[in-house]
């Protein structure tokens, strides 16, 4: 006996390849009983196929062979005459898609991204207010998997909150921990906080951003809470479901992963009134004025009126805030990116400030006896915490006017922020300096309290 599929493709084995992987079938009736897709032959028509079969070996190799299977019924092997065209795979178009679902909710976006992924794809969970991935993800009642990059250097609190998340939605995080060996050669070579002199990059680059590559090649799809309003100079143009610009996932190459962000549109504030709607768990440190939450060193709180970000990496430049996990969704050149509708038009405008060039800060810093007391404001106009003070700087000016205190500002960012960073104490923007009559060196404001009374009892303090 033999068998012999009833596709379109007619494809024969032998019976001895048959007996091996089924035993011998039994032919009650007469009939020729069906497994699967095969039905079984008298033995001079299976002679005849085998026979035409083993002419054509030579000539002819296997096209879409399904592999080898535990369950004894696929052969082996397939050899057809006549090759069948593959059916053609339709690729997504996820500009497209992402149009289509710009206006969409944060619970329709992640149940498609379910949907289309589904064992593949999981949430990348920071220990912030993105819990709300996690709620949304249940509302959908599908399966969903959640992840998170474990640095080694998170606040007890967050180790905490992630405790409390799983025991309250019933599941397992999946943890992904640096490599020990380049954390080791870090620290041995260059200290615990090396960071605070050399920027922050290369260590997010050990702890955050080569765990989350390994976690990221075990998939498909990856949901981020990624929202524009984080970081307007940054994230304004962070689309809801993208073909990941800069990681690679499960089949490698370019364009094998796909990164949703289901609440890019949502305001942040609107997240929260999500959070306590629904009763879930958030970390303690929220109540303590930690707004965006990352490693112990590298966070703290804000104050009331501040954005988010000034809280994460606040000894650097603004457009320095990231970590180097949404590379691919941040803006080139942060100067160029429009925040509040001010990036083509400059900042701290009025009849009472003064413009100083760079020449008239270098003769500034030169001076040993000052005629009149200075407080000068180095800014770029792109900076939102610039755009911030504004006002409040702008009612100083009007406040000291008179008073015998000139109030100044220096545009510090392009090609002067190098002068500005070896000559005027420039770290980030906005930095604030005060200029006593009889002191050759500057006074750097050291407070991140930038209201108008804040910066006129600094004055009153040092005039």
């Known amino acids: 006996m033999a068998f012999v599929a ?29 497994i699967g897709s095969f039905r079984l032959l008298d033995r001079r028509s299976a002679a ?11 000539s002819v190799r296997p096209v879409n062979a399904e592999p080898k299977r535990n369950d004894g019924i696929v052969p082996l092997a397939a050899a057809v005459a006549t090759p069948e065209v593959a059916e053609k795979v339709e690729v997504e178009d996820y500009e ?8 969409a909710s944060p619970l329709q976006i992640m ?44 606040n007890p609190e967050t180790y905490q909150f992630f405790d409390a998340v799983e025991k309250h939605y019933g599941i397992r995080i999946e943890y992904m921990f640096p490599d020990a060996v380049e954390v080791q050669a870090l620290v041995r070579s260059k200290g615990l906080f090396s960071f605070y002199e050399d920027g922050h990059q290369e260590c ?66 609107d997240i929260w009134k999500f959070l306590r709607a629904m009763e879930v768990p958030v970390n303690s440190l929220h ?12 966070t703290r709180a804000v104050l009331p009126g501040q954005h988010e970000r000034e809280g994460r990496w606040w000894w650097e430049d603004a457009k320095a805030k990231e970590c180097g996990l949404h590379k691919g969704n941040l803006k080139q050149d942060a100067q ?8 083509n038009r400059d900042l701290f405008e009025g009849k009472n400030l003064v413009a100083l060039s760079r020449n008239g800060m270098e003769n500034l810093l030169k001076l040993e006896k000052r005629e009149e007391p200075w407080i000068v404001v180095l800014y770029a106009p792109w900076c939102q915490f610039c755009q911030g003070m504004e006002s409040s700087y702008v009612e100083l000016a009007e406040k000291l006017a008179g008073s ?60």
């Open 6 to 34: 009833t596709s379109s493709s007619t494809t024969a084995i032998s019976a001895s390849n048959l007996a091996r992987s089924t035993g011998s079938p039994s032919e009650p009736n007469g009939l020729a009983p069906r």
């Open 48 to 58: 005849a196929v085998n026979l035409s079969s083993q002419r054509r070996a030579s």
């Open 96 to 103: 497209q898609l992402a149009k289509q679902l710009e206006n």
């Open 111 to 154: 149940d498609k991204a379910l949907e289309k992924f589904g064992n593949d794809i999981a949430i990348a969970f920071s220990g912030a207010e993105d819990v709300a991935l996690i709620e949304y993800a249940k509302l959908t009642g599908r399966p969903f998997r959640v992840f998170s990059l474990d640095t080694g250097r998170l």
């Open 204 to 269: 997010c680059r050990v702890r955050k951003v080569r765990p989350l590559r390994r976690a990221l090649k075990g998939l498909r799809a990856w949901i981020t809470g990624q929202r524009k309003d984080q970081s307007p100079g940054t994230r304004s143009e962070v689309p809801v479901v993208q073909v990941d610009p800069v990681f690679e996932g499960l089949e490698g190459g370019a364009g094998s992963l796909i990164k949703w962000n289901p609440v890019a549109n949502v305001d942040g504030g």
């Open 287 to 298: 109540s303590q004025g930690y707004v965006s939450i990352g490693c112990e060193p590298c």
């Open 336 to 343: 160029e990116v429009p925040v509040n509708g001010t990036a």
């Open 404 to 463: 015998g205190v000139k109030v100044g500002k220096f545009q510090a960012d392009g090609e002067q922020k190098e002068f500005a960073k070896q000559e005027l104490q420039l770290g980030s923007f906005p930095t604030i300096l005060f200029f006593p009559k009889h002191s050759s060196r500057p006074i750097k404001y050291p407070s991140e309290q930038r209201d108008v009374d804040s910066l006129m009892a600094f004055v009153n303090a040092l005039r």
